[in-house]
Protein backbone atom coordinates (compact mmCIF):
# COMPACT_ATOMS: atom_id res chain seq x y z
CA UNK A 1 0.00 0.00 0.00
CA UNK A 2 1.55 3.02 -0.98
CA UNK A 3 1.08 6.61 0.68
CA UNK A 4 -1.29 7.47 -1.67
CA UNK A 5 -3.27 4.43 -1.23
CA UNK A 6 -3.35 5.52 2.44
CA UNK A 7 -4.96 8.70 1.72
CA UNK A 8 -7.17 7.71 -0.25
CA UNK A 9 -8.66 4.88 1.57
CA UNK A 10 -9.03 7.35 4.81
CA UNK A 11 -10.65 9.67 2.83
CA UNK A 12 -12.85 7.52 1.04
CA UNK A 13 -13.20 4.42 3.24
CA UNK A 14 -17.63 4.24 4.33
CA UNK A 15 -16.54 2.86 7.53
CA UNK A 16 -15.06 6.20 8.79
CA UNK A 17 -16.63 7.95 11.82
CA UNK A 18 -14.78 8.78 15.13
CA UNK A 19 -15.82 10.90 18.21
CA UNK A 20 -13.01 13.79 18.76
CA UNK A 21 -13.03 15.91 21.60
CA UNK A 22 -14.14 19.50 21.75
CA UNK A 23 -11.31 22.23 20.98
CA UNK A 24 -12.15 24.55 24.02
CA UNK A 25 -12.79 27.31 22.50
CA UNK A 26 -11.58 31.58 23.87
CA UNK A 27 -13.21 34.42 24.18
CA UNK A 28 -13.64 36.67 20.98
CA UNK A 29 -12.47 40.09 20.74
CA UNK A 30 -12.59 42.92 18.04
CA UNK A 31 -9.07 45.24 17.89
CA UNK A 32 -9.25 47.87 14.85
CA UNK A 33 -7.79 47.02 12.55
CA UNK A 34 -4.62 48.27 11.63
CA UNK A 35 -0.93 48.09 9.63
CA UNK A 36 -1.29 45.89 6.70
CA UNK A 37 -4.66 43.97 6.67
CA UNK A 38 -6.35 45.30 3.57
CA UNK A 39 -10.13 45.37 3.60
CA UNK A 40 -11.82 43.60 0.78
CA UNK A 41 -13.31 46.80 -0.46
CA UNK A 42 -10.17 48.39 -0.74
CA UNK A 43 -8.51 45.89 -2.46
CA UNK A 44 -11.48 46.02 -5.36
CA UNK A 45 -10.09 49.88 -5.79
CA UNK A 46 -6.59 49.29 -5.90
CA UNK A 47 -7.38 46.52 -8.45
CA UNK A 48 -10.13 48.38 -10.17
CA UNK A 49 -7.28 51.23 -11.04
CA UNK A 50 -4.61 48.36 -12.22
CA UNK A 51 -6.70 45.70 -14.07
CA UNK A 52 -9.14 45.67 -17.30
CA UNK A 53 -12.68 45.12 -16.05
CA UNK A 54 -13.32 40.97 -16.64
CA UNK A 55 -16.71 40.05 -18.77
CA UNK A 56 -18.67 37.21 -16.86
CA UNK A 57 -19.17 34.61 -18.64
CA UNK A 58 -19.65 30.71 -18.07
CA UNK A 59 -15.85 30.25 -18.05
CA UNK A 60 -13.94 33.19 -16.34
CA UNK A 61 -14.98 34.54 -12.68
CA UNK A 62 -16.01 38.11 -12.84
CA UNK A 63 -14.10 39.47 -10.56
CA UNK A 64 -16.21 42.71 -9.44
CA UNK A 65 -18.38 43.49 -6.44
CA UNK A 66 -21.15 44.42 -8.68
CA UNK A 67 -21.67 41.15 -10.19
CA UNK A 68 -24.68 39.67 -7.96
CA UNK A 69 -24.80 35.62 -7.55
CA UNK A 70 -27.92 34.37 -9.29
CA UNK A 71 -29.91 31.63 -7.61
CA UNK A 72 -28.33 28.49 -9.14
CA UNK A 73 -24.85 30.18 -8.12
CA UNK A 74 -25.98 30.30 -4.47
CA UNK A 75 -26.58 26.32 -4.65
CA UNK A 76 -23.83 25.59 -5.56
CA UNK A 77 -20.81 28.21 -3.78
CA UNK A 78 -19.73 27.87 -0.48
CA UNK A 79 -21.75 30.74 1.21
CA UNK A 80 -21.63 32.62 4.56
CA UNK A 81 -21.37 30.51 7.97
CA UNK A 82 -23.24 32.33 9.98
CA UNK A 83 -25.33 35.73 10.04
CA UNK A 84 -22.38 38.05 11.15
CA UNK A 85 -20.99 37.15 7.76
CA UNK A 86 -23.94 37.88 5.89
CA UNK A 87 -24.07 41.15 7.29
CA UNK A 88 -20.24 41.94 6.82
CA UNK A 89 -18.97 41.99 10.24
CA UNK A 90 -16.10 39.78 11.00
CA UNK A 91 -15.43 38.26 14.52
CA UNK A 92 -11.20 38.16 15.36
CA UNK A 93 -10.06 35.82 17.90
CA UNK A 94 -7.12 36.82 20.92
CA UNK A 95 -4.33 35.20 18.08
CA UNK A 96 -0.51 35.53 18.84
CA UNK A 97 1.76 32.23 16.58
CA UNK A 98 4.41 32.35 18.65
CA UNK A 99 2.50 31.27 21.46
CA UNK A 100 2.35 28.07 19.47
CA UNK A 101 4.28 24.65 19.40
CA UNK A 102 5.32 24.17 15.87
CA UNK A 103 6.37 20.62 15.06
CA UNK A 104 9.99 20.69 13.74
CA UNK A 105 11.13 17.45 12.74
CA UNK A 106 10.76 13.53 12.97
CA UNK A 107 12.42 12.78 16.54
CA UNK A 108 14.54 9.57 14.40
CA UNK A 109 15.55 11.95 11.94
CA UNK A 110 17.37 14.31 14.30
CA UNK A 111 21.42 13.75 13.77
CA UNK A 112 22.85 12.67 16.81
CA UNK A 113 26.34 14.55 15.71
CA UNK A 114 25.49 18.07 13.55
CA UNK A 115 23.23 20.92 14.17
CA UNK A 116 19.97 21.20 12.06
CA UNK A 117 19.02 24.62 10.77
CA UNK A 118 14.84 24.92 10.53
CA UNK A 119 12.69 28.16 10.27
CA UNK A 120 8.95 28.74 11.70
CA UNK A 121 7.76 31.92 9.90
CA UNK A 122 10.86 33.71 9.23
CA UNK A 123 12.88 32.94 12.76
CA UNK A 124 15.59 30.70 11.82
CA UNK A 125 16.62 28.14 14.68
CA UNK A 126 19.17 25.66 15.35
CA UNK A 127 18.29 22.16 16.67
CA UNK A 128 20.73 19.93 18.09
CA UNK A 129 21.29 17.07 20.81
CA UNK A 130 24.31 17.97 23.82
CA UNK A 131 26.42 15.94 25.29
CA UNK A 132 23.29 14.17 27.32
CA UNK A 133 21.72 13.26 24.34
CA UNK A 134 18.78 15.71 24.82
CA UNK A 135 17.16 18.05 22.70
CA UNK A 136 18.28 22.00 22.48
CA UNK A 137 16.96 25.06 20.33
CA UNK A 138 19.02 28.18 19.80
CA UNK A 139 18.45 31.00 17.82
CA UNK A 140 20.50 30.23 14.92
CA UNK A 141 22.60 33.58 15.06
CA UNK A 142 26.53 33.78 16.99
CA UNK A 143 25.86 36.77 18.50
CA UNK A 144 29.71 37.72 17.44
CA UNK A 145 29.43 38.07 13.78
CA UNK A 146 25.81 36.66 12.85
CA UNK A 147 27.55 33.77 11.34
CA UNK A 148 24.71 30.70 11.12
CA UNK A 149 25.38 28.11 14.11
CA UNK A 150 23.38 25.31 12.03
CA UNK A 151 27.04 25.46 9.61
CA UNK A 152 28.90 24.71 12.65
CA UNK A 153 29.50 21.79 14.66
CA UNK A 154 29.46 19.27 17.50
CA UNK A 155 32.21 19.40 19.86
CA UNK A 156 31.77 17.45 23.39
CA UNK A 157 28.18 18.42 23.18
CA UNK A 158 28.71 22.29 22.83
CA UNK A 159 27.57 24.32 19.64
CA UNK A 160 30.93 25.68 18.07
CA UNK A 161 30.38 28.30 15.42
CA UNK A 162 32.85 27.67 12.83
CA UNK A 163 33.28 31.03 12.01
CA UNK A 164 35.71 31.89 14.69
CA UNK A 165 35.37 29.15 17.14
CA UNK A 166 33.29 30.26 19.89
CA UNK A 167 31.25 27.38 21.69
CA UNK A 168 27.99 27.58 23.41
CA UNK A 169 26.43 25.10 26.22
CA UNK A 170 22.60 24.01 26.05
CA UNK A 171 20.93 26.95 28.17
CA UNK A 172 23.06 29.16 25.31
CA UNK A 173 25.89 30.18 27.23
CA UNK A 174 28.69 30.92 25.61
CA UNK A 175 32.11 29.28 27.41
CA UNK A 176 34.50 29.17 25.12
CA UNK A 177 36.17 31.88 23.33
CA UNK A 178 39.55 31.16 21.76
CA UNK A 179 40.43 34.57 20.97
CA UNK A 180 40.00 35.98 24.34
CA UNK A 181 43.23 36.61 26.57
CA UNK A 182 43.78 33.91 29.50
CA UNK A 183 42.62 36.52 32.01
CA UNK A 184 39.29 38.28 30.37
CA UNK A 185 36.33 36.71 31.56
CA UNK A 186 33.80 35.68 28.69
CA UNK A 187 31.00 38.96 28.51
CA UNK A 188 27.76 37.34 29.62
CA UNK A 189 25.89 38.70 26.90
CA UNK A 190 27.79 36.75 24.94
CA UNK A 191 25.34 34.22 24.72
CA UNK A 192 22.19 33.17 22.13
CA UNK A 193 18.55 33.24 22.66
CA UNK A 194 17.11 29.82 23.66
CA UNK A 195 13.48 27.91 23.21
CA UNK A 196 11.72 25.26 24.45
CA UNK A 197 11.40 22.19 22.93
CA UNK A 198 9.29 19.04 23.44
CA UNK A 199 9.48 15.36 22.05
CA UNK A 200 6.02 14.06 22.01
CA UNK A 201 4.89 11.01 20.17
CA UNK A 202 8.08 10.89 18.02
CA UNK A 203 7.89 14.25 16.73
CA UNK A 204 10.12 17.44 18.12
CA UNK A 205 7.61 20.25 19.20
CA UNK A 206 9.21 24.16 19.66
CA UNK A 207 7.58 27.09 21.85
CA UNK A 208 8.77 30.26 19.66
CA UNK A 209 7.76 32.74 21.83
CA UNK A 210 10.08 34.40 24.08
CA UNK A 211 7.59 36.35 26.54
CA UNK A 212 5.19 33.63 27.52
CA UNK A 213 6.40 31.08 29.42
CA UNK A 214 5.38 27.41 27.10
CA UNK A 215 1.74 26.26 27.05
CA UNK A 216 1.72 22.29 28.16
CA UNK A 217 -1.97 22.14 27.11
CA UNK A 218 -1.73 23.43 23.79
CA UNK A 219 1.27 20.54 22.89
CA UNK A 220 -0.58 18.39 20.58
CA UNK A 221 -1.64 14.64 21.65
CA UNK A 222 -3.27 12.62 19.20
CA UNK A 223 -5.06 9.50 20.69
CA UNK A 224 -4.89 7.00 17.75
CA UNK A 225 -1.08 7.03 18.16
CA UNK A 226 -1.18 6.24 21.24
CA UNK A 227 -3.81 3.46 21.32
CA UNK A 228 -1.96 -0.44 21.78
CA UNK A 229 -0.78 -1.53 18.37
CA UNK A 230 -1.03 1.41 16.32
CA UNK A 231 1.95 1.68 13.72
CA UNK A 232 2.84 4.46 11.58
CA UNK A 233 4.77 4.74 8.39
CA UNK A 234 6.22 8.86 9.06
CA UNK A 235 7.97 10.88 6.75
CA UNK A 236 9.06 14.91 6.10
CA UNK A 237 9.22 17.04 3.18
CA UNK A 238 10.86 20.21 2.35
CA UNK A 239 8.04 22.25 -0.33
CA UNK A 240 8.43 25.35 -2.59
CA UNK A 241 4.93 26.56 -1.37
CA UNK A 242 3.39 28.72 1.84
CA UNK A 243 2.17 26.28 4.37
CA UNK A 244 -1.38 27.74 4.23
CA UNK A 245 -1.91 26.54 0.54
CA UNK A 246 -0.28 23.27 1.60
CA UNK A 247 -3.34 22.63 3.92
CA UNK A 248 -5.87 23.65 1.35
CA UNK A 249 -4.12 20.75 -0.79
CA UNK A 250 -4.39 18.06 2.09
CA UNK A 251 -7.75 19.15 3.20
CA UNK A 252 -8.91 18.54 -0.37
CA UNK A 253 -10.16 14.98 -1.40
CA UNK A 254 -11.49 15.89 -4.52
CA UNK A 255 -8.32 16.30 -6.68
CA UNK A 256 -7.24 13.30 -5.60
CA UNK A 257 -9.11 11.20 -8.01
CA UNK A 258 -7.92 13.63 -11.08
CA UNK A 259 -4.25 14.90 -9.90
CA UNK A 260 -3.03 11.63 -9.01
CA UNK A 261 -5.00 9.67 -11.43
CA UNK A 262 -3.47 6.11 -11.69
CA UNK A 263 -0.53 7.00 -9.39
CA UNK A 264 -1.73 3.64 -7.90
CA UNK A 265 -5.14 1.17 -7.99
CA UNK A 266 -6.59 3.60 -5.27
CA UNK A 267 -6.86 7.13 -7.84
CA UNK A 268 -8.60 6.99 -10.64
CA UNK A 269 -10.11 9.90 -12.11
CA UNK A 270 -13.68 8.37 -13.25
CA UNK A 271 -14.11 7.87 -8.84
CA UNK A 272 -14.51 12.25 -9.15
CA UNK A 273 -17.72 12.82 -7.71
CA UNK A 274 -19.80 16.04 -5.35
CA UNK A 275 -19.14 15.52 -1.66
CA UNK A 276 -21.18 16.66 0.87
CA UNK A 277 -19.74 18.46 4.06
CA UNK A 278 -21.04 19.38 7.47
CA UNK A 279 -18.93 21.84 9.75
CA UNK A 280 -19.32 20.51 13.44
CA UNK A 281 -17.45 22.58 15.63
CA UNK A 282 -15.83 26.06 15.04
CA UNK A 283 -13.36 27.75 17.58
CA UNK A 284 -10.53 30.43 18.09
CA UNK A 285 -8.23 27.53 17.26
CA UNK A 286 -9.54 25.68 14.21
CA UNK A 287 -12.53 23.62 12.93
CA UNK A 288 -13.67 20.55 12.40
CA UNK A 289 -16.86 18.41 10.67
CA UNK A 290 -17.66 15.39 9.03
CA UNK A 291 -17.28 14.21 5.11
CA UNK A 292 -18.85 12.02 2.82
CA UNK A 293 -19.55 10.91 -0.43
CA UNK A 294 -22.54 12.56 -1.65
CA UNK A 295 -23.87 9.75 -3.41
CA UNK A 296 -23.61 7.32 -0.52
CA UNK A 297 -26.34 9.66 1.63
CA UNK A 298 -23.55 9.79 4.44
CA UNK A 299 -21.09 11.29 6.07
CA UNK A 300 -18.88 8.85 8.08
CA UNK A 301 -15.48 11.25 7.35
CA UNK A 302 -14.04 12.89 10.24
CA UNK A 303 -11.84 15.72 9.29
CA UNK A 304 -10.24 18.63 12.33
CA UNK A 305 -7.92 21.39 11.87
CA UNK A 306 -6.16 23.27 14.82
CA UNK A 307 -3.79 25.79 15.24
CA UNK A 308 -1.47 26.93 14.61
CA UNK A 309 -0.99 24.08 11.68
CA UNK A 310 -2.01 20.52 12.77
CA UNK A 311 -4.54 18.58 10.09
CA UNK A 312 -5.75 15.31 10.46
CA UNK A 313 -8.09 12.92 9.24
CA UNK A 314 -9.53 9.84 11.46
CA UNK A 315 -11.13 6.66 10.55
CA UNK A 316 -12.88 3.85 12.56
CA UNK A 317 -13.31 0.81 11.12
CA UNK A 318 -14.90 -2.53 12.22
CA UNK A 319 -12.69 -5.72 10.92
CA UNK A 320 -15.88 -8.04 9.04
CA UNK A 321 -14.56 -11.06 9.94
CA UNK A 322 -13.19 -10.85 13.65
CA UNK A 323 -15.13 -7.49 14.41
CA UNK A 324 -12.25 -6.45 16.26
CA UNK A 325 -12.42 -2.46 15.81
CA UNK A 326 -9.53 -0.71 14.00
CA UNK A 327 -8.50 3.30 14.28
CA UNK A 328 -6.35 4.39 11.66
CA UNK A 329 -5.13 8.24 10.67
CA UNK A 330 -3.84 10.59 8.44
CA UNK A 331 -2.15 12.80 10.39
CA UNK A 332 -0.28 16.37 8.65
CA UNK A 333 1.99 18.86 10.61
CA UNK A 334 2.33 21.66 8.39
CA UNK A 335 5.39 24.15 9.52
CA UNK A 336 5.67 27.61 7.48
CA UNK A 337 9.34 28.00 6.84
CA UNK A 338 8.90 31.65 5.45
CA UNK A 339 7.33 32.92 2.38
CA UNK A 340 6.10 30.46 -0.36
CA UNK A 341 7.94 27.72 1.78
CA UNK A 342 7.09 25.00 4.01
CA UNK A 343 7.86 21.54 5.53
CA UNK A 344 5.35 19.07 6.28
CA UNK A 345 5.68 15.96 8.13
CA UNK A 346 3.43 12.97 7.58
CA UNK A 347 2.40 10.45 9.32
CA UNK A 348 -0.16 7.74 8.28
CA UNK A 349 -1.10 4.75 11.00
CA UNK A 350 -3.66 2.22 12.27
CA UNK A 351 -4.03 -0.73 14.27
CA UNK A 352 -4.77 -3.00 11.64
CA UNK A 353 -1.52 -3.05 9.16
CA UNK A 354 -1.39 -5.61 7.09
CA UNK A 355 1.13 -7.84 7.17
CA UNK A 356 2.09 -7.46 3.09
CA UNK A 357 3.10 -3.78 4.38
CA UNK A 358 6.17 -5.19 6.32
CA UNK A 359 7.58 -6.52 3.20
CA UNK A 360 8.34 -3.10 1.99
CA UNK A 361 10.75 -1.00 3.57
CA UNK A 362 10.26 2.51 4.44
CA UNK A 363 12.21 3.87 1.69
CA UNK A 364 9.48 2.66 -0.56
CA UNK A 365 6.70 4.43 1.43
CA UNK A 366 8.93 7.92 0.61
CA UNK A 367 9.82 7.77 -2.87
CA UNK A 368 5.93 6.97 -3.32
CA UNK A 369 4.66 10.18 -0.90
CA UNK A 370 7.46 12.36 -2.61
CA UNK A 371 6.32 11.42 -5.98
CA UNK A 372 2.24 12.69 -4.71
CA UNK A 373 3.57 15.67 -3.87
CA UNK A 374 5.38 16.32 -6.85
CA UNK A 375 2.29 15.78 -8.91
CA UNK A 376 0.74 18.81 -6.84
CA UNK A 377 3.82 20.81 -7.17
CA UNK A 378 2.70 22.30 -9.96
CA UNK A 379 -0.47 24.01 -9.39
CA UNK A 380 0.32 24.63 -5.88
CA UNK A 381 3.92 26.51 -6.73
CA UNK A 382 1.67 28.80 -9.34
CA UNK A 383 -1.45 29.08 -6.89
CA UNK A 384 1.36 30.43 -4.75
CA UNK A 385 2.53 33.11 -6.91
CA UNK A 386 -1.30 34.67 -8.04
CA UNK A 387 -2.00 35.41 -4.31
CA UNK A 388 1.22 37.30 -3.79
CA UNK A 389 0.64 38.78 -7.37
CA UNK A 390 -3.13 39.78 -6.47
CA UNK A 391 -2.77 40.53 -3.34
CA UNK A 392 -6.53 40.32 -2.26
CA UNK A 393 -8.52 37.91 -0.65
CA UNK A 394 -9.46 34.37 -1.83
CA UNK A 395 -13.01 35.26 -1.94
CA UNK A 396 -11.84 37.38 -4.95
CA UNK A 397 -10.03 35.05 -6.16
CA UNK A 398 -11.47 31.47 -5.75
CA UNK A 399 -14.65 29.93 -6.54
CA UNK A 400 -15.78 27.79 -3.96
CA UNK A 401 -18.21 25.18 -4.51
CA UNK A 402 -20.18 23.34 -1.67
CA UNK A 403 -19.49 20.36 -2.87
CA UNK A 404 -15.45 19.92 -2.70
CA UNK A 405 -13.86 23.42 -1.48
CA UNK A 406 -16.07 23.62 2.17
CA UNK A 407 -13.25 23.17 4.13
CA UNK A 408 -10.68 25.21 2.36
CA UNK A 409 -13.32 27.82 2.75
CA UNK A 410 -13.73 27.24 6.25
CA UNK A 411 -9.93 27.34 6.76
CA UNK A 412 -9.81 31.02 4.74
CA UNK A 413 -12.43 32.10 7.23
CA UNK A 414 -10.39 31.12 10.41
CA UNK A 415 -7.50 33.19 9.06
CA UNK A 416 -9.21 36.17 9.08
CA UNK A 417 -10.23 35.25 13.00
CA UNK A 418 -6.51 34.54 13.40
CA UNK A 419 -4.30 35.79 10.60
CA UNK A 420 -3.55 39.08 12.57
CA UNK A 421 -1.78 37.21 15.25
CA UNK A 422 0.48 35.98 12.46
CA UNK A 423 3.04 37.52 10.57
CA UNK A 424 1.50 37.71 7.07
CA UNK A 425 -2.07 35.66 6.06
CA UNK A 426 -4.01 35.09 3.20
CA UNK A 427 -8.27 34.87 4.89
CA UNK A 428 -11.12 34.91 2.86
CA UNK A 429 -12.05 38.24 3.28
CA UNK A 430 -8.84 39.88 4.67
CA UNK A 431 -5.09 39.55 4.06
CA UNK A 432 -1.84 41.04 5.70
CA UNK A 433 1.22 41.14 3.15
CA UNK A 434 4.47 40.10 4.35
CA UNK A 435 6.14 43.49 5.98
CA UNK A 436 10.31 42.49 4.98
CA UNK A 437 10.57 41.02 1.14
CA UNK A 438 12.15 37.05 1.24
CA UNK A 439 15.10 36.39 1.59
CA UNK A 440 16.61 34.17 -0.67
CA UNK A 441 20.09 32.25 0.19
CA UNK A 442 22.26 31.95 -2.82
CA UNK A 443 23.96 29.85 -0.52
CA UNK A 444 21.77 27.95 1.67
CA UNK A 445 23.21 26.16 5.04
CA UNK A 446 23.61 22.72 4.94
CA UNK A 447 20.30 21.11 6.78
CA UNK A 448 22.46 18.29 8.37
CA UNK A 449 25.91 19.42 8.37
CA UNK A 450 27.35 15.53 8.51
CA UNK A 451 25.92 15.13 5.27
CA UNK A 452 27.13 18.12 3.54
CA UNK A 453 30.38 17.41 4.24
CA UNK A 454 29.84 13.81 2.81
CA UNK A 455 28.08 14.63 -0.04
CA UNK A 456 27.86 17.92 -1.80
CA UNK A 457 24.31 19.00 -0.85
CA UNK A 458 24.97 22.47 -1.25
CA UNK A 459 27.58 22.65 -4.09
CA UNK A 460 25.24 21.67 -6.68
CA UNK A 461 27.32 18.60 -8.21
CA UNK A 462 24.74 17.05 -10.14
CA UNK A 463 21.23 16.82 -10.65
CA UNK A 464 20.60 14.77 -7.30
CA UNK A 465 22.54 16.97 -4.77
CA UNK A 466 21.68 20.14 -6.50
CA UNK A 467 20.54 22.82 -3.34
CA UNK A 468 16.52 23.19 -5.08
CA UNK A 469 13.43 22.54 -3.48
CA UNK A 470 12.41 21.27 -6.71
CA UNK A 471 14.84 18.43 -6.22
CA UNK A 472 13.40 15.55 -4.54
CA UNK A 473 17.25 14.55 -2.93
CA UNK A 474 17.12 18.15 -1.31
CA UNK A 475 12.95 18.02 -0.60
CA UNK A 476 13.08 15.14 1.20
CA UNK A 477 16.18 12.68 1.32
CA UNK A 478 18.65 15.17 2.78
CA UNK A 479 15.93 15.22 5.85
CA UNK A 480 15.53 11.60 6.41
CA UNK A 481 18.30 9.22 7.86
CA UNK A 482 16.39 5.61 6.75
CA UNK A 483 16.02 7.06 2.90
CA UNK A 484 19.97 8.38 3.01
CA UNK A 485 21.25 5.42 4.20
CA UNK A 486 18.80 3.64 1.59
CA UNK A 487 20.70 5.64 -1.12
CA UNK A 488 24.13 5.15 0.08
CA UNK A 489 23.88 1.53 0.42
CA UNK A 490 22.03 1.37 -3.24
CA UNK A 491 25.38 2.96 -4.54
CA UNK A 492 27.83 0.74 -2.39
CA UNK A 493 25.95 -2.13 -3.80
CA UNK A 494 26.08 -0.54 -7.59
CA UNK A 495 29.81 0.31 -7.40
CA UNK A 496 30.65 -3.20 -6.03
CA UNK A 497 27.85 -5.53 -8.82
CA UNK A 498 29.63 -2.71 -11.25
CA UNK A 499 33.21 -3.91 -10.31
CA UNK A 500 32.72 -7.25 -10.07
CA UNK A 501 30.52 -7.94 -13.48
CA UNK A 502 34.15 -6.69 -14.77
CA UNK A 503 36.34 -8.87 -13.09
CA UNK A 504 33.71 -11.95 -14.14
CA UNK A 505 33.85 -10.48 -17.98
CA UNK A 506 37.09 -10.26 -18.22
CA UNK A 507 37.99 -14.05 -16.51
CA UNK A 508 35.23 -15.30 -19.03
CA UNK A 509 37.68 -13.76 -21.91
CA UNK A 510 40.53 -14.84 -20.76
CA UNK A 511 39.24 -18.53 -19.45
CA UNK A 512 39.99 -21.85 -20.88
CA UNK A 513 37.20 -24.20 -20.13
CA UNK A 514 34.17 -23.36 -21.97
CA UNK A 515 32.62 -24.17 -18.76
CA UNK A 516 34.31 -21.92 -16.84
CA UNK A 517 33.48 -19.31 -19.29
CA UNK A 518 29.67 -19.62 -19.16
CA UNK A 519 29.67 -19.91 -15.58
CA UNK A 520 31.39 -16.01 -15.43
CA UNK A 521 29.17 -14.90 -18.18
CA UNK A 522 26.47 -15.91 -16.02
CA UNK A 523 27.35 -14.23 -13.05
CA UNK A 524 28.39 -11.00 -14.66
CA UNK A 525 24.95 -10.62 -16.46
CA UNK A 526 23.37 -11.52 -12.69
CA UNK A 527 25.77 -8.39 -11.38
CA UNK A 528 24.39 -6.37 -14.37
CA UNK A 529 20.94 -6.95 -13.66
CA UNK A 530 21.86 -6.58 -9.97
CA UNK A 531 23.60 -2.43 -11.09
CA UNK A 532 20.83 -2.17 -13.06
CA UNK A 533 18.24 -3.04 -10.06
CA UNK A 534 20.26 -0.68 -7.44
CA UNK A 535 20.61 1.99 -10.26
CA UNK A 536 16.35 1.94 -10.42
CA UNK A 537 16.00 2.24 -6.07
CA UNK A 538 18.49 5.23 -6.44
CA UNK A 539 16.48 6.85 -8.96
CA UNK A 540 13.10 5.69 -7.62
CA UNK A 541 14.81 8.08 -4.01
CA UNK A 542 16.00 11.07 -6.16
CA UNK A 543 14.41 11.21 -9.31
CA UNK A 544 11.16 13.95 -9.72
CA UNK A 545 7.97 13.06 -10.92
CA UNK A 546 7.09 14.12 -14.50
CA UNK A 547 4.00 14.03 -15.79
CA UNK A 548 4.23 12.52 -19.22
CA UNK A 549 1.53 14.34 -21.39
CA UNK A 550 3.58 17.05 -20.80
CA UNK A 551 4.42 19.08 -23.80
CA UNK A 552 8.31 20.57 -23.17
Not at 154 to 160: A, K, Q, S, T, Y
Not at 248 to 270: C, F, G, Q, V, W
Not at 544 to 552: M, V
Request: aromatic share 10%.
Amino acid sequence: MTALSSLHSLFFSPLLKIPSPKLKPSPFFTPPTTGNVISPIKAHKLRKRTEPKLTKCHAVTDMSSSAVPTPDDHKVLVGPASEEESRGERRVADYDWTEEWYPLYLTKDVPDDAPLGLTVFDQQIVLYKDGKGELRCHQDRCPHRLAKLSEGQLIDGRLECLYHGWQFEGEGKCVKIPQLPADAKIPRSACVRTYEVKESQGVVWVWMSQKTPPNPDKLPWFENFARPGFQDVSTIHELPYDHSILLENLMDPAHIPISHDRTDYSAKREDAQPLGFEVTERTDRGFAGQWGREKDGSMPNFLRFEAPCVLQNNRESVDNKTGEKHYSTGLFLCRPTGQGKSMLIVRFGTTGTSPWIKLFPDWYFHQSASKVFEQDMGFLSSQNEVLLKEKVPTKELYFNLRSIDTWVAEYRKWMDKAGHGMPYYFGHSTISLPKVPAVVEHAPAGLVAGVSASLPAKGGIGTMHAPNLANRYFRHVIHCKGCRSAVKAFNTWKNSLSTAAALLTALAILGAGRQWRAFCLVSASLCLAGVYACSTAISMNTTNFIRTHRRL
